[in-house]
């Protein structure tokens, strides 16, 4: 949906990304993106050297607010810094997301508005926090693992003065979500914690960094995996955002008792590949396979390879990793294999439109004759979808909370 986003005087048109979505009708903003910039304005704590250190601004309404267009044009080659010069504000905003999606959401948005003169730097998760950072502003994460590592890194930035003691900070969600427990999170982690009032369903959360105690972060976590099928046991290693991190989740589990056989030297897509488990025990059971895994998560991509060069470091050079939307770019009818186990929510949104767009990449990318095997809820009836996709499918398992079903090209 292209939202008009009125904040601090002016309109931005947002767009929610990717782009083609079969919901339209979510907007790219909330109440806490604007209760949030409604009290930098009000408070006055934005100069106009300052630098803004932005966590989780899912596509872009915090980022775009900073920037404001020029009313003549600047050549492309020009190097960011000396845009900033020319249009007469040396600010400087850094935004940090595990999301590819949420960083490609935020580029366009950015050129959406013709602001891409302005001085931003896109960050993942993984990348080391700027210096000298004047405000901090931090959309609360749905995943309590990705906060406590982020909150972990703010506070270890503190320590090597990457972020200063007197730095602003100031955390945003809607006021459902901020629980006493993630209150006290904040406040084991950075300091004293104080929140507002609640404004459109909203709130902020304020701290002070006064927290004494350093902590070491836990992350990537490790831990074993034995699997009965295959009668061998897995190191794996989860890095804060990924799904069930400390154990295998029952989806995944009962999805791997029911993989196909493959032939040999197949070509294999584990699409939204998390840790990569699925495509790690495709390679136990087939080792002459080439596998790519695929995900839009940062963290998780770089836990999947992890995992291969621990577990089949020989085999690694069988291996590809993709930072992807869905399977964008990927080569058509150039896949023997597609596993997949769909998400059917974006940040807090539930939505269909990553299953849709992943069976149609799917449909593409999948040579005649190749299969999608996927596993989900009951209740999703993906069964709908991959018959409108693929012109049929097919059962192959199901308990009384998944069903495991497969689409041929």
């Known amino acids: 949906m292209l939202s008009p986003f009125f904040v601090n005087d002016k309109q931005l048109k947002l767009s929610r990304f990717p782009l083609a979505q079969v919901n339209r009708s979510l907007q790219a903003w909330d109440a806490s993106d604007e209760y949030l910039l409604n009290h930098i ?216 008792e029911n993989l196909p056989d493959v032939n040999k030297h197949s070509q294999v897509i584990d699409l939204g590949c998390g840790n990569g488990v699925i495509g790690l025990t495709i390679l136990a059971n087939q080792p002459s396979a080439c596998i790519q895994f695929v995900d839009e998560s940062h963290m998780a991509i770089t836990s999947a390879q992890l995992n291969i060069e621990t577990n089949f470091p020989e085999l690694a050079t069988q291996c590809q990793f993709h930072l992807n939307d869905c399977l964008t770019n990927i080569e058509s009818n150039s896949v023997d294999l597609i596993l997949c186990n769909p998400p059917f929510h974006q940040q807090t949104a539930t939505t269909d439109h990553i299953a849709w767009q992943m069976f149609k990449d799917s449909h593409r990318v999948l040579k005649k004759g190749g299969e999608l095997r996927i596993i989900g809820n009951r209740q999703l009836a993906y069964h709908i979808k991959l018959k409108r996709i693929f012109g049929n499918e097919k059962l192959i398992a199901s308990n009384d909370k998944f069903v495991t079903q497969s689409a041929i090209k």
């Open 41 to 256: 304005k009000d408070e006055k704590l934005i100069s106009p050297t300052a630098r803004i250190l932005i966590f989780n601004d899912a596509f872009g309404a915090l980022t775009t607010s900073f920037c404001t267009p020029l009313d003549f044009d600047l050549p492309d080659n020009l190097p960011s810094d000396l845009h900033a010069n020319l249009r007469g504000n040396k600010t400087e905003v850094y935004c940090i997301n595990d999301s590819y999606v949420s960083s490609q959401g935020v580029a366009y948005n950015i050129d959406r508005n013709q602001l891409n003169n302005i001085n931003i730097n896109q960050l993942s998760s993984l990348d080391s926090l700027p210096t000298n950072i004047d405000v901090v502003l931090f959309k609360i994460p749905k995943s309590k693992s990705l906060l406590i590592a982020q909150l972990i890194q703010i506070q270890t930035s503190i320590e090597q003065y990457s972020v200063d003691k007197n730095t602003v900070f100031i955390a945003a969600d809607r006021a459902k979500e901020i629980h006493r427990s993630t209150l006290a999170l904040f406040e084991k982690y950075l300091g004293t914690t104080t929140t507002s009032l609640a404004v459109k369903k909203a709130r902020l959360v304020f701290c002070q960094f006064d927290q004494k105690q350093a902590h070491e972060s836990p992350f990537p976590t490790v831990w074993p995996l034995t699997n009965k099928t295959l009668n061998r046991d897995f190191v794996i290693s989860n890095h804060a955002n990924v799904y069930a991190r400390e154990k295998l989740d029952i989806g995944a589990r009962y999805f791997i």
